[in-house]
């Protein structure tokens, strides 16, 4: 069996993994390790929860404890982008447990917080700069940070970067760094813009790929659910009461109806929080520490802001929207059955939700089995608001002639004139709706 001392790894580094739970190298780690070290590009496909972090960054570690010296001021050595702030936070996290004892030091720049004090850190320099795109690019315009002296380019999640529209931001930062450079591609997937991505950024890699692209973790029980919109609260309120105080994560669509269920959720006597786009760092830093710690046990969140989550004992993924990507899928269901543990993911299917399922049994190259319902028929489909739409909303039926966006004449004169309100100006509050 290999172990982290036959890769090769400084004495420094193996004394730090002594005191994690890292004992053997998982296949990607084995697999990367020793390429990265001896300088090579690479380009690593692994599917989620497989250790990736330490699959670049051990390695990366391992070359600048090499150096001897600091970094000078505003310095940065190595490079490592992630899509989202969690992800970032995250990374930072474990490479700081692989340099305990160490004099490598490790920064993280998000948006979200403040300019200065991350431009007050960064003024010393550092070894290892963690960074989403938008934040750097923030603080390179500013002169805050210089990337010159940067040797090392890590793209961590590179498919998800690009799905959110980072390839604009990707070229300008690469401008920055030095073209005589050891660049790192990761993603969990291998569309045709990868591919391309890899062409532009690395040079000769060498490829490590540990399981076919799309391929969920192998642990995950999948199940869909057919159902009409309108139902799919009552459906996942169903489910959370079979499996009371398991860790359940909830995928929706939109940062709006993400909110608006995890308050029916939290109405309903479950202690449930959300993370999405519309929170600030410090809402959902703190959502994911209590979901964390077992005082939220249900997390409803989107696809970026969940992505790359990594915390242990989530036992179940409710699709409770399917995906538009039949990619983010795979994601998603990863969440659960990390490090080798078991997991459940379930996926809610209403009639206008056919084809993004069609393509996802398409993508795993099997069928998913049915726990309730029954696929929906071309006339159910057909019939179905189409996306965009208010999904599940009756229709609202306008007189003929009736231009939209407009309002109805005939309806506006019937309408009786609203209450006058009391003196001061204020008015008599309206009832909630039901």
């Known amino acids: 069996m290999t172990t982290f001392a036959d890769l090769g790894l400084s004495e420094k580094l193996l004394k730090a993994l002594s005191h994690t739970k890292l004992t053997t190298p998982t296949p990607i780690q084995e697999q990367a390790i020793p390429h990265i070290m001896k300088g090579s590009d690479l380009m690593g496909l692994a ?33 490592i982008l992630a899509p989202t702030r969690e992800l970032v936070t995250q990374i930072s996290d474990n490479l700081t447990m692989f340099t305990k004892g160490t004099p490598a030091k490790v920064t993280t720049v998000v ?56 390839i604009h931001s990707l070229r ?63 459906l996942l309120e169903s489910y959370l009461k079979e499996h009371p105080g398991e860790r359940s994560i909830v995928f929706g669509r939109t940062k709006h109806g993400s909110e608006k269920l995890m308050k029916l959720l939290v109405n309903w006597g479950f202690k449930a929080g959300s993370i999405h786009g519309n929170k600030s760092q410090n809402q959902r830093d703190r959502t994911l520490t209590e979901f964390r710690e077992g005082t939220v046990e249900v997390l409803v969140a989107t696809d970026v802001a969940a992505r790359g989550i990594d915390i242990p004992g989530v036992k179940h993924v409710y699709n409770y929207d399917m995906p538009n990507v039949a990619e983010n899928y795979v994601h998603r269901i990863g969440r659960t059955a990390r490090a080798g543990t078991e997991g459940r993911a379930i996926a809610f299917c209403a009639p206008a939700e056919m084809g993004e399922f069609r393509d996802i049994e398409k993508l795993l190259k099997k069928a998913i089995p049915v726990v309730g319902g029954a696929p929906w028929a071309a006339s159910d489909v057909a019939a179905a608001p189409k996306p965009g ?3 599940g909303a009756r229709p609202q039926h306008k007189p003929r002639g009736h231009a939209p966006g407009k309002p109805d004449a005939s309806k506006a004169k019937a309408r009786p004139p609203r209450p006058q309100g009391k003196p001061g100006g204020a008015t008599a509050p309206r009832r909630a709706a039901r």
């Not at 699959?55 to 050595?77: E, Q």
């Not at 995950?220 to 309108?230: D, E, K, S």
């Open 111 to 166: 948006g979200g917080a403040s300019l200065f004090r991350q431009a007050e850190r960064l003024s010393k320099g550092t070894d290892v700069l963690v960074a989403t795109p938008g934040r750097l690019i923030d603080l390179l315009e500013r002169g805050d940070v210089n990337l010159d002296q940067c040797g090392y380019l890590v793209l961590d999640e590179a498919d998800h970067m690009l799905d959110m529209g980072f």
């Open 172 to 234: 300008k930062i690469a401008k920055y760094i030095p073209l005589r450079r050891q660049t790192m591609l990761f993603s969990a997937t291998m569309p045709k813009d990868i591919e391309e991505l890899a062409q532009t950024y690395l040079r000769n890699p060498v490829k490590v790929q540990v399981s076919p692209p799309g391929k969920p973790a192998d642990k995950v029980t999948q199940a869909v659910h057919f159902t009409p919109q309108g139902d799919k609260a009552k």
């Open 47 to 79: 599917q989620t929860g497989t250790g990736k972090t330490a699959a670049f960054g051990l390695p990366l570690l391992h070359r600048i404890l090499d150096i001897g010296h600091p970094p000078g001021p505003k310095n940065v050595r190595a490079l």
């Open 389 to 391: 739409q208010n999904r």
